[in-house]
């Protein structure tokens, strides 16, 4: 008797089970908000789409176009894992809604995230924009309780329409989207690691407002028009230390190896080390120009390692991230754990004490067929700084080239 009713009770959990089926999604363009600080709203925009059995979204900032196609549903759930990075949306699926977190597990992080199906704008404008913030802006972030740090705004405005980024000594803010409202600035970007939001307004001639990082973080800044300003040189920021020469390391790659630059490998050949995450967004922009660089530029004398400082908790969990960043943009060069549980800059700093610090991910050291660094390079400009983005390109080459005729 009681196997007859154990075996009944199978059949109808397995029924129920497969009762609870999953809901068609609304393909097309969405409109999503991620909660920030002081009662704010992060908005971007992103189309969902079929993918083979499943479904994916294209997420949209001004000229960047994000493919994130691992989702999962399960029901009413839905769970949208972003590229190459840890943080995922992970919400219920409700009529024309979708409501829940953006979570970042290894940072202990969660945003409040809605998305409503439609066509709407990334900002709302009901009044017309009352300044032009087209051109060169010089910046600085922070305040007397923090570092202040410079950097230069670079915009283009069409009616109230405003694409650019703000570009750092460490690098970019990436492709940034917003509106000129009235005598208000506001700007955004998700990229499925980093959320920002800018927002300001604009009186005497200046840029008074806030820059929000997700819901932990948010600083003060400024901008003056300055058609003239340059930020410090990206190449004197971090070198090496007197008595140095050379770099040295030993650390191991997804397969347990360790490699050092002392390898057969790298004998007699430019080396290009980078130090990078797979969390960080600008180390991305970068690992792709390198994957496309030797793709496109085959040669026997030319070698990239790079160097990652992950923040995942467990050394199983960063080599995790490594080999899904591997897999993602198809790096063919070697990537080795340096460090993991925290992504700490004076941590990182003390596996390379050669160096006077470690002041940006990414940082990349050019080697000559010496094993003799020949420069050092703070940060990255990528595509969303448009002409700087070029100039790096052009520079790379033109190095690489001098080193290896050597």
């Given at each position: 008797m009681r196997l007859i009713i154990g075996s009944i009770l199978t059949i109808l959990l397995f029924v129920s089970c497969n009762d609870k089926t999953t809901p068609e999604l609304r393909t097309g363009p969405w409109h999503a908000t991620l909660e920030v600080q002081d009662g704010r709203e992060l908005p971007f925009s992103f189309e969902l789409f079929k993918a083979g059995k499943g479904y994916g979204?294209?997420?949209?900032?001004?000229?960047?176009?994000?493919?994130?196609?691992?989702?999962?549903?399960?029901?009413?759930?839905?769970?949208?894992?972003?590229?190459?990075?840890?943080?995922?949306?992970?919400?219920?699926?409700?009529?024309?809604?979708?409501r829940g977190n953006f979570i970042k597990d290894e940072l202990d992080r969660s945003q409040a995230f809605i998305a409503k199906y439609g066509d709407q704008p990334r900002f709302r404008v009901n009044e017309a924009p009352a300044f032009d913030v087209n051109g060169t802006w010089e910046a600085s972030f922070g305040n007397d309780s923090t570092d202040i740090y410079p950097a230069k705004g670079i915009f283009s405005q069409e009616g109230s329409k405003v694409t650019g980024t703000f570009r750092t000594t460490t690098g970019d803010y990436r492709y940034l989207e917003g509106v000129v409202r009235g005598d208000s600035l506001l700007l955004s970007t998700f990229d499925g690691a980093h959320a920002f939001l800018f927002a300001a307004q604009f009186r005497d001639s200046v840029l008074e407002g806030k820059f929000y990082s997700g819901n932990h973080f948010q600083e003060p800044f400024t901008a003056r028009r300055n058609a003239q300003f340059e930020l410090e040189d990206e190449e004197s920021i971090t070198y090496l230390k007197d008595g140095y020469d050379k770099v040295s390391f030993a650390f191991p790659d997804s397969s347990g190896d360790t490699i050092s630059l002392e390898d057969t490998r790298f004998k007699d050949k430019v080396v290009i080390v980078q130090l990078m995450g797979s969390w960080c967004p600008n180390c991305l922009d970068e690992t792709k120009f390198l994957v496309d660089y030797l793709a496109n530029n085959p040669t026997e004398d030319l070698e990239v390692v790079a160097l990652a400082f992950e923040y995942?908790?467990?050394?199983?969990?960063?080599?995790?991230?490594?080999?899904?960043?591997?897999?993602?943009?198809?790096?063919?060069?070697?990537?080795l754990l340096a460090q993991y549980g925290t992504s700490s800059k004076s941590k990182a700093q003390e596996k390379l004490p050669m160096l006077n610090h470690v002041w940006s991910y990414p940082t990349t050291i050019f080697i000559d067929k010496k094993g003799e660094v020949r420069k050092i390079h703070t940060g990255f400009n990528g595509p969303a700084t448009g002409e700087k983005y070029t100039e790096f390109k052009t520079e790379f080459d033109s190095l690489v080239r001098e080193l290896q005729a050597e």
């Open positions: 979204i294209k997420v949209y900032n001004a000229g960047e176009e994000i493919v994130a196609d691992e989702i999962e549903t399960i029901g009413d759930s839905i769970t949208i894992k972003m590229p190459a990075f840890d943080g995922y949306i992970a919400g219920k699926y409700e009529g024309e809604q979708i995942a908790k467990t050394e199983e969990r960063a080599f995790n991230s490594i080999e899904r960043l591997e897999e993602r943009v198809g790096i063919t060069y070697p990537v």
